[in-house]
Each structure stands twice: as C-alpha cells, then as structure tokens.
C-alpha cells in the first residue's frame, strides 16, 4: 500500500516538475531576449536598440555612426542620472515650483497647438492691395527710413565696344525694342542693371558706381534725366527713376511684405482673442466653468 502511494505520488510530481522547468526556461529565453535588445541601463531605465534605429536609421555601422550611438547613449544616461540626482538633492519646494512650471508648459504647448491647428482652419489669410493702402496711408509714421534709397538703371560698358554709339541712343531713348537689343549686348557690359523699380541703398549704388561720392551724388540726383560718366576705360550710362532721403516715407515697394505681416498678425490677435472669449462664455453657459 505505501508502495503504490509513492508510485502515485511520483506520477504526480514529474508532471509538475517538468512543468516548472519549462516555465524557467520560457523565462529565462524571454530575458536573454530582453537583455540581447537592450543596450543600456540606468537604475530601473533602459534603453532598447529600437530607440537607436528610431534615431539613426536601419543602417548604423559606419565609424562615424558609432560615434553617433556613443553620444546618443551617454546624452541618455547622462540625463537620467542627472534627473536621479536632482529629485534626491532638491528641496521639496523647489521641486513643487518645478512641477507648476512642468504643468504650465505642458498647457502652454498644447493650448499653442490647438490654437495653430485652428487658426490654419479659420483664418482668412487673403490680404487684398486695398489694404496695404490703407494701413499704409494711416501709418506712415511707422516706415520713415533712416537711409536713403536710389531708383536706377545704369550699364558700363568698355570705351572700344565697337556698337557704343547705338548703345548710348538705345539706352537714352528705351523703347521696347531698345531694352530687347541691350539685353542682346548685356554679355558686352562690365556690369549693368535694367531694374530701375529695385530701391537700392547708398552702399550698394556707389559699389555699382564707384566714381560717386557724397559731394557729387548731388549732382545726378535728376529724376528721369540720362547721365555719361567717362571713368577709366569705361563708360558709365545711368538715370535716376527715384529716389527717397532719410526721414522720408519709405516706398510702398519696401514695406509692403511688412505691411502683408503685420495685418496678419493683427488678424491673428483678433481672431484669437474671439476664440478665447467664446470658449470662457460657452463653458460658463454649459456650467463647466464657474467663479465662486
């Protein structure tokens, strides 16, 4: 009788046993796993080989991307044991002023992003000329320049270009037909500008004509009169479309891209302080704001 009690007894544990042995095994291969992709460790942190392939890509084995990983790891644990070391060194008032400040930002950052996302989906951001106008008109005192500005068309040109004399007609006179057979030459000239709407400041107009000083320029400053300078072995051909002094408005052709941003970022002011302001009355209508 005792015999077959441990016969049956015997029965029952091999089973468990086996069943004990399998677990540790399944076990302990799920760790060597866990261990194999894990490339390091701070305290009870780890960091995992996929974060490393999130930030270098698949392909890391190049030295240089070695030296990446290094980095990449220590900027990891470094910045754990850091934060280990600064909740164990701080004072608890220090680290409740830090929490508000942690809460703050993270309603910061998500207030930012709602208000872009709905911003992007309402906002009118067609700025018609009218307006431009307008806000132009009423703010001037706001584009006075501190410089002077220049309107000029100029080329020069070498004293032996065999064409200089049809080069002299044809840019006094200027016609359409004119403008197509100086543009033809242009590979002829020293250097040359046909833009004569472009506003250029002082420094760069006597970098183009380097024989004007601020004795002279004086001289040339006639809207809409054609100027010969002899200097050196060129000849310099140029005339003045416009011009504005310092303390003058600034031209519509300078401020209008600034203009453009300040009526959007009026319309952005606006647009949000609506927003925010229909947000407070509808939660106070809903009752899920109240004051007490």
Known sequence: MLTSNLTQNDNLRFPLIWTIAFILIFESCQNLSVQEDVVARVADQYLYRSELADFLGENYTSPDSVQKVNSFINNWALKRILFDQAKLNLSASDEALLR????NYEYDLFNAAYQKKVLNANLDTLIVQREIDSFYAKEKNLFILNQPFYQIRYLVVPFDNVQINAIKRRFKEYKTEDIAFLDSLSFQFTRHSFNDSLWINKRILMEKLPFLDNENLKLYLKKGVNFEVDEALDLYLFRFNDFKDSGDTAPMDRVKST??????????????????????????????YETY
């Open 259 to 288: 203009i453009e941003n300040i009526i959007k970022n009026q319309r952005k002011q606006n647009f949000i302080k609506k927003f925010e302001k229909e947000l407070l009355q509808d939660a106070i209508q809903t009752k899920k």
């Open 100 to 103: 508000k400040l942690i809460q």
